[in-house]
């Protein structure tokens, strides 16, 4: 059994997380799902451009660190706020969000709230997903959000996760946002520094009819930092989801991105900035499922690579038949910024219906020679040119928002990449 697979394994034995005997047979369950499939290998479709030897070698205790924190940016309040996987009352302040029920899963286990436990009851039989099965045994906690029916304006809430940079351990969150009928929210998770350490997340996404989540992910981890990161996302008719994924972070980070348009009319919006650098590895996998009439989805994404970095993502469109009229369309663009860097793309389309649309393109190449000669003739530095048709190129991806406010809000937390004055890192 690999070293990783190994230690999850004893945190399981020896912490023996919380629930009542229903929860506890769903985590020994998966637990044995996990190991029934194993660490995952490179001859897995899937997985084929992970570093996975090297991790397969680690081993992650649960984590104990509680110092080392740089709270120094924290965004204004609403906001959450979690540290080294453990909510950090202190830091939190949830004043001025009507409407907006905010609870942790590690209260619902306490309390044996039967709803919100049944997060932990679903089953991962895929045998490509065993990080899926491993965050159901281990998960002590996570954010449940339920946001009331009909359309009041609200601040953005955000959601912090900030790690030590001391932290060496290993930890596991399960979240759910739902939101009601005609509901409207904007939420922004915050993922940064994490030390030598391990996390694994997994959030559960509910949109009923009508109702309009916008979603944003801003990932700065420690270039030591592992994270497995999922996203599962049911959209019903007339409901819209606005997403947006930046990363600039960590040592493997790796994003499954899940879009289900389950109602006539459903949309999702989805836009992404992967930026590696040094010699991290960026891994998402996207796919956007249609299986209703009428649904529409538009995905947006941009992929960079400098140093020694790699960037892998995969973009599949499914339409399911029965879902007729369905428009669906991905773009993929990708920039290698350096001779050693390594971009790895994969579009797929997979259509069982009539009379629907769907496109999907993918290119990678390098900044334009023509275009950085014009800027440097005209006096622009090579640096600040370079600099200025990096923007350019990502600038498409970050358009999903549509929300002037809101974007200028989001600047101060973005990376340095792609702060309005940065520069190539």
């Given at each position: 059994m690999a070293n990783l697979l190994q230690s999850l394994t004893d945190a399981f034995l020896s912490r023996a997380p919380g629930?009542?005997?229903?929860?506890?047979?769903?985590?020994?369950?998966?637990?044995?799902?996990?190991?029934?499939?194993?660490?995952?290998?490179?001859?897995?479709?899937?997985?084929?451009?992970?570093?996975l030897r090297a991790m397969a070698a680690k081993s992650f205790a649960p984590e104990t660190?509680?110092?080392?924190?740089?709270?120094?940016?924290?965004?204004?309040?609403?906001?959450?706020?979690?540290?080294?996987g453990?909510?950090?009352?202190?830091?939190?302040?949830?004043?001025?969000?009507?409407?907006?029920?905010?609870?942790?899963?590690?209260?619902?286990?306490?309390?044996?709230d039967e709803r919100a436990s049944t997060l932990l009851g679903r089953a991962f039989d895929d045998i490509e997903a065993p990080f899926a099965s491993l965050n159901t045994a281990l998960a002590e906690?996570?954010?449940?959000?339920?946001?009331?029916?009909?359309?009041?304006?609200?601040?953005?809430?955000?959601?912090v996760f900030i790690g030590s940079h001391e932290a060496e351990g290993s930890h596991?969150?399960?979240?759910?946002?739902?939101?009601?009928?005609?509901?409207?929210?904007?939420?922004?998770?915050?993922?940064r520094g994490g030390g030598a350490a391990l996390d694994n997340q997994f959030w559960h996404v509910h949109l009923k009819p009508g109702s309009r989540l916008v979603h944003v992910r801003l990932q700065t981890l420690d270039p030591r930092h592992i994270q497995f990161s999922r996203t599962d996302a049911a959209i019903a008719g007339d409901a819209q989801y606005v997403r947006l994924d930046v990363e600039t972070g960590g040592h493997y980070v790796r994003h499954e991105l899940n879009l289900n348009l389950q109602g006539r009319n459903a949309t999702a919006l989805s836009g992404g900035v992967l930026w590696a650098t040094g010699?991290?590895?960026?891994?998402?996998?996207?796919?956007?499922?249609?299986?209703?009439?009428?649904?529409?989805?538009?995905?947006?994404?941009?992929?960079?690579?400098?140093?020694r970095s790699r960037a892998n993502f995969f973009g599949g469109i499914r339409i399911d038949a029965g879902a007729d009229g369905s428009d669906a369309a991905l773009t993929n663009k990708n920039l290698l910024l350096s001779e050693q860097a390594q971009i790895n793309t994969q579009p797929a389309l997979e259509i069982h219906a009539d009379e629907v649309k769907a496109a999907h393109g993918a290119t990678v190449g390098q900044l334009d020679a023509g275009a950085?000669?014009?800027?440097?003739?005209?006096?622009?530095?090579?640096?600040?040119?370079?600099?200025?048709?990096?923007?350019?190129?990502?600038?498409?991806?970050?358009?999903?928002?549509?929300?002037?406010?809101?974007?200028?809000?989001l600047t101060p937390y973005l990376p340095v990449q792609l702060q309005p004055e940065g520069a190539l890192s």
């Open positions: 629930g009542n005997a229903r929860v506890r047979q769903w985590r020994e369950s998966a637990l044995a799902q996990a190991l029934r499939v194993g660490f995952p290998h490179n001859k897995l479709e899937r997985w084929k451009h992970a570093p660190c509680t110092s080392g924190i740089d709270d120094s940016a924290l965004p204004p309040a609403p906001r959450v706020v979690f540290v080294n453990r909510y950090d009352a202190a830091r939190s302040s949830i004043e001025g969000l009507a409407g907006v029920r905010i609870s942790r899963l590690a209260d619902a286990l306490h309390d044996e906690d996570g954010l449940l959000l339920d946001i009331d029916a009909g359309d009041s304006e609200r601040p953005p809430l955000h959601m596991a969150l399960r979240h759910r946002i739902e939101c009601r009928e005609g509901a409207r929210l904007t939420v922004i998770e915050h993922h010699t991290c590895t960026l891994d998402t996998r996207l796919v956007s499922r249609h299986q209703a009439p009428g649904t529409a989805s538009t995905l947006i994404w941009r992929g960079l690579a400098d140093d950085l000669f014009y800027l440097r003739s005209r006096g622009v530095p090579e640096h600040e040119a370079m600099a200025l048709l990096t923007r350019a190129f990502y600038a498409e991806a970050l358009t999903v928002l549509d929300d002037d406010n809101l974007f200028a809000g």
